[in-house]
T-cell receptor, first 112, second 112 residues
């Protein structure tokens, strides 16, 4: 089955810095890669996703890049703000499966 | 739409008791997922339904856990008998096919 590795487990940055979270996957059939943000005590919520036919996608301060050959994808947050502090999860979903495999999560702390 | 609805939001029970968690997915969604989240194990998929049919229950820990989806608007996750190690936050999520999963607010279960 699919295996998703996520790094780092904890990331501490100063407000205004950039943050990068990386994930690798094992199943070459995976073709959909969502990223979820979970604030303390809240539910995970989708913040951005990318499909395997695209190399990069941006939405304001966040972007995701995908390297299918190397089987890794990354989340980039620029100009971080304290409200970006949360746990971020990556996931990989094989085509036709609908079943996601989640990474273990990255706790992002943005210091004012 | 009210989003995915879960009840109860908090449940405290004694070891050996039966626990039933409930979920109402978003109207029109045809996929439903039950997850368990703990600090030690992260976000684990327990079971996945598609069009009310269980497709993958390989994540169900053991026979003490069972899940049903009698119709498109309701699902239950039952633990009988409950044990302290079942203490976790249980999330229900729904989606339309392989698109974005919408998570419910979760049920925080404490078994003493």
């Amino acid at each position: 089955g699919e295996n998703v590795e996520q790094h780092p487990s904890t990331l501490s940055v100063q407000e205004g810095d950039s943050a990068v979270i990386k994930c690798t996957y094992s199943d070459s059939a995976s073709n959909y890669f969502p990223w979820y943000k979970q604030e303390l005590g809240k539910r995970p919520q989708l913040i951005i996703d990318i499909r395997s036919n695209v190399g990069e996608k941006k939405d304001q301060r966040i972007a995701v890049t995908l390297n299918k050959t190397a089987k890794h994808f990354s989340l980039h947050i620029t100009e971080t703000q304290p409200e970006d502090s949360a746990v971020y999860f990556c996931a990989a979903i094989p085509g036709g499966s609908y079943i996601p495999t989640f990474g273990r999560g990255t706790s992002l702390i943005v210091h004012p | 739409d009210a989003g995915v609805i879960q009840s109860p939001r908090h449940e405290v029970t004694e070891m050996g008791q039966e626990v039933t968690l409930r979920c109402k997915p978003i109207s029109g969604h045809n996929s439903l997922f039950w997850y368990r989240q703990t600090m030690m194990r992260g976000l684990e998929l327990l079971i996945y339904f598609n069009n009310n049919v269980p497709i993958d229950d390989s994540g169900m820990p053991e026979d003490r856990f069972s899940a049903k989806m009698p119709n498109a608007s309701f699902s239950t996750l039952k633990i009988q008998p409950s044990e302290p190690r079942d203490s976790a936050v249980y999330f229900c999520a729904s989606s339309l096919g392989e698109l974005e999963q919408y998570f419910g607010p979760g049920t925080r279960l404490t078994v003493t």
